[in-house]
């Protein structure tokens, strides 16, 4: 999380090439290898009673050795839980505070636009792009990021009999809204932190390195997801302070939005997708043949019930397509969705839609239950009329299998695309292909 420093150089620039000063930032609202012991050596050939004793000094120094090695690997495992922990809590409070006595003195910190050397230079780093100096005031607010795991850390031994530590990685989303810039673009950054942790410090572990690599530029083509540091590669930084600058670009006039958005939980930022997490909802369902039909017969069912957006229409291709009993297009409108630390699965359905649907002229509306799950997602501009949706659907396709992520099974049957707009709304218009990732095809 180095980008403030050389962030803020940029946000002089183009501020002052708009002669209208600096701007800043918002956010949104992360097996133990088994130790074996080898001794060898010759016994001369002296008497017995010399034997006796010398095997006996022989076994309690190997079993002395045994111990203090097994109660140093158990140490330091100890020690690592706890600065998997302290890392938590880092992110948690966006470093607020920051622990230094977990970091050497000289640690190094690298990011695809800039690099730092020592504590006192991250935190000052760090503080900045939460507003917690006056240069951040004036050039941040309220920086946040979430941290999806923390992973890493197991314990190995050389061959000279020494412990080592294997990296620690974060995997976090960090959101940044620049504060003077008129139109206040955000600024959505994800990807890994790559810790590097060897014995010793003040804690008995201590990260002596740390490396960002951001979802958008870094991953390799072609890389299996694990471990995740192999996936990540170094790039320019010309590119990366593009791939910022693109973010900073006005969007211009957008259509207004039907509803109030399904939530979602940020995982990725990556070349051309999104992943989500999307919680468990309750919605209602209706097959249609126009898609006006759908929105005119689901507007008229939800009238009172606050549906959320997007529009979600399911569609399947020609060749799934059964002739005897032809699979109908779909429309989807969620209603409630499933709160944080209530499950995975859609919460109960409003009483007054359980009692509508499928009788009377609503018999062909339906309840309909997803979910939590993972999505891909790619956004289009265009009208989304077939031809545009099954090549963007085709477009992520190739992209999700360029960075070794597997769609769930029996998805290639079908193309799911979702809209926000309100009907007949005017400005840029906002649809989306939704592809939903297996289980055990990403690393969330």
């Known amino acids: 999380m180095t980008l403030s420093t050389a962030a803020s150089k940029f946000i002089l620039i183009t501020a002052a090439s708009l ?19 080898n001794n060898s050596g010759s016994v001369p050939s002296i008497r017995p009673s010399t034997i006796a004793s010398s095997m006996t000094s022989v076994v309690g120094e190997s079993f002395d050795t045994a111990t203090n090695s097994s109660d140093e690997f158990q140490k330091l495992s100890t020690d690592i839980s706890k600065l ?3 890392l938590t809590q880092e992110y948690i409070s966006f470093f607020n505070p920051m622990v230094s006595s977990w970091y050497a003195a000289d640690v190094s910190f690298d990011d695809p636009m800039t690099s730092l050397s020592g504590v006192d230079s991250y935190r000052k780093n760090v503080d900045m792009l939460a507003g917690r100096t006056l240069m951040g005031k ?28 294997s990296e620690l990685v974060t995997r976090w989303t960090l959101r940044v809204t620049a504060k003077v810039l008129p139109w206040k673009p955000t600024a959505v950054f994800s990807g890994i932190s790559v810790y590097n942790v060897k014995p010793g410090g003040k804690e008995g572990v201590e990260i002596t390195g740390q490396t960002d690599y951001w979802d958008s530029i870094n991953i390799k083509p072609n890389t299996p997801l694990s471990p995740p540091q192999n996936q ?10 593009q791939d910022f600058l693109n973010q900073l670009k006005p969007e211009g006039f957008t259509a207004a939005a039907a509803a ?3 939530p979602y939980l940020l995982l990725r930022r990556g070349d051309g997708y999104e992943l989500r997490r999307y919680p ?10 126009r898609r006006d039909y759908g929105f005119g017969s689901l507007g008229a069912f939800t009238k009172g019930m606050d549906p959320l ?63 939590e799950r993972v999505i891909a997602v790619r956004t289009f501009e265009d009208a989304a009329m077939a031809p545009v949706v099954r090549n963007a659907d ?44 297996a289980d055990g095809g990403h690393p969330f």
């Open 280 to 289: 468990g909802f309750i919605g209602i369902e209706t097959p249609y043949v």
């Open 260 to 262: 109030p958005e399904l």
């Open 394 to 437: 085709r477009e992520l396709r190739k992209i999700l299998k360029t960075d070794g992520l597997t769609p769930r099974e029996g998805s290639e049957k079908f193309v799911v695309f979702s809209q926000y707009d309100a009907v007949h709304s005017m400005g840029k218009r906002r649809s989306e292909v939704w592809i939903e990732l």
């Open 232 to 241: 990540y590669q170094k790039v320019p930084t010309n590119i990366a302070v």
């Open 309 to 371: 957006a997007p529009s979600i229409m399911k569609v399947w291709n020609e060749d799934d397509l059964n002739e005897e009993e032809p699979n109908d297009k779909t429309m989807t409108w969620p209603l409630k969705f499933t709160n944080p630390g209530e499950g995975t699965d859609a919460p109960d359905p409003p009483a007054s839609a359980v009692e509508k649907a499928g009788d009377g002229q609503w018999k062909s509306i339906s309840i309909a239950r997803t979910p």
């Open 138 to 165: 004036i050039l941040f607010e309220g920086a946040g990021i979430n941290l999806h795991s923390v992973t890493g850390g197991e314990i190995t031994e050389d061959e000279s009999g020494n412990l080592k530590i």
């Open 84 to 86: 998997k922990r302290v």
């Open 19 to 37: 002669n209208i000063g600096a701007y800043g930032f918002a956010p949104p609202p992360a097996s133990w290898a088994s130790k074996v012991l």
